[in-house]
């Protein structure tokens, strides 16, 4: 079991990612770029939602339909691992060490996921400021194709995103891109040779499908994801392969139905883009046509867009639910750490037993609060008074065992506490040793 919830979400997320990735030479001929794209959001669900800590909710949502399926699962062991346990008693909350050690690295993580956010709005903020500073109004023609355009792609119609999008052109921008969730902007170059109308509707399409598909959320999302698990070094790869894959799944769109003609002259214009556009960094907080620094990026592109990929619905489905399926089972290897209350002192060194099923322990009759048995199971009752008339004498500890110790409460729950011990084999009494185990009933059954 995983100790650690933040680290079994990590292991979850990176499972359905590898998947992804050691299923990509397969999916690239079978699964459209849409259910690729879907995969990639699974994987971020899975590396931000707390999964694991619905482990038990979702075992009994499946035994509701399967009784009996998995509860086993449900038992709780009859010894729990003291290195991994949380103790409530009288007026003293304690926790193991394992579980010390579990909070502090979380809360390190923490701090540094922390850091790393308010460092990413700030960079965010510092290059929206840049690019919005000196903007201007586009001209015109631009204005009235962009509208065109806008109304083509579904931003204003009913069934696409009701809200206004802003188009504006700045002397800090390289190339077009789409910035803002909320509230979404187009921000283009002033460029310096006319680009042909073509190529504007081009651009136009590519930035209004970012923003009709929500890539920018998903994109900032994935960077969370990169805050929160900073030292999985899956969490980077994956952020670059969803920036790849939101452009080559709206390069699909603005190309579908197009002809080789278009096409290439399509891919011109990215290469085109790339070529006068400068790597910055801002690309991770902006989508745009050519907002990357690497080659290979472009190259698959070019090679996705004449790519001839026969989409199996059927197979993509039977896929994805595969691939949740093992996310969804390292999930919920994660075990939280067990909780013991009830009436027990500050001393609870050793192994600890916790019975809960007193269908067992209605058989656990005790000779009284106090007896010893001894390595051959012989019981020995040590109570008070049985030891009332013991003469004066010199101890002879020869008989080796353990001595217990049983108490109860007023709420009925009770404690048996053995220790090691030797029995004086005149008289009875015991030298006490170490605690070895404390075994602790919710309802007292002796």
Not at 180 to 207: C, N, Q, V
Not at 250 to 259: A, E, N, P, Q
Not at 298 to 307: A, F, G, Q, V, W
Not at 408 to 432: P, T
Request: some cysteine.
């Amino acid at each position: 079991m995983f100790p650690s919830l933040l680290f079994t979400m990590s292991v979850a997320g990176s499972t359905v990612f590898l998947l992804y990735i050691l299923a990509y030479p397969f999916t690239k001929k079978y699964v459209s770029l849409k259910w690729r794209y879907r995969i990639l959001k699974i994987a971020i669900a899975f590396y931000l939602i707390p999964v694991p800590i619905c482990k038990y909710l979702i075992i009994d949502i499946i035994n509701c339909f399967f009784p009996g399926f998995w509860e086993k699962n449900r038992q709780i062991s009859e010894t729990i691992d003291m290195e991994y346990v949380i103790m409530i008693g009288r007026g003293f909350v304690n926790f193991s060490s394992s579980v010390r050690r579990m909070l502090f690295v979380v809360l390190i993580a923490g701090i540094i996921s922390l850091a790393m956010i308010l460092w990413r709005l700030i960079q965010y903020w510092k290059w929206k400021k840049i690019c919005g500073a000196d903007s201007k109004k586009p001209l015109d023609w631009e204005q009235e194709l962009f509208i065109k355009v806008k109304k083509e792609t579904g931003i204003k119609k009913e069934t696409g995103i009701k809200k206004d999008v802003e188009l504006i052109s700045s002397a800090y921008c390289r190339s077009p891109m789409a910035s803002g969730t909320l509230s979404s902007i187009l921000i283009f170059p002033i460029w310096k040779d006319k680009m042909e109308a073509d190529s504007y509707e081009y651009m136009f399409r590519h930035e209004l499908i970012h923003i009709k598909h929500h890539d920018l959320l998903t994109k900032y999302i994935a960077l969370l994801v990169m805050a929160v698990h900073w030292y999985n070094p899956f969490v980077y790869i994956m952020f670059h392969e969803i920036s790849a894959m939101s452009e080559m799944y709206c390069d699909s769109i603005v190309l579908s139905g197009k002809g080789e003609k278009e096409r290439r002259t399509y891919c011109d214009l990215i290469l085109t883009l790339a070529a006068q556009n400068e790597y910055t960094g801002k690309e991770k907080f902006f989508a745009g046509m050519a907002n990357s620094g690497r080659k290979n990026m472009y190259k698959r592109r070019i090679l996705e867009m004449k790519r001839q990929t026969k989409h199996k619905a059927a197979l993509s489905v039977i896929m994805t639910v595969l691939i949740c399926m093992a996310g969804g089972m390292t999930a919920l290897a994660y075990d939280s750490p067990h909780t013991v209350s009830g009436p027990l002192e500050n001393d609870h060194d050793g192994d600890f037993t916790f019975t809960r099923d007193l269908a067992k322990t209605e058989q656990m009759k005790l000779p009284s609060d106090f007896y010893f048995t001894d390595d051959s199971g012989n019981f020995y009752d040590t109570s008070e008074s049985d030891r009332n008339n013991r003469t004066i004498h010199t101890h002879e500890f020869s008989i080796h065992g353990i001595w217990n110790h049983h108490k109860k409460d007023e709420k009925g729950e009770c404690v048996v506490k053995s220790y090691d011990a030797f029995l004086c084999s005149v008289c009875w009494a015991v030298k006490v040793g170490e605690l070895e185990k404390t075994v602790l009933s919710i309802s007292c059954p002796h």
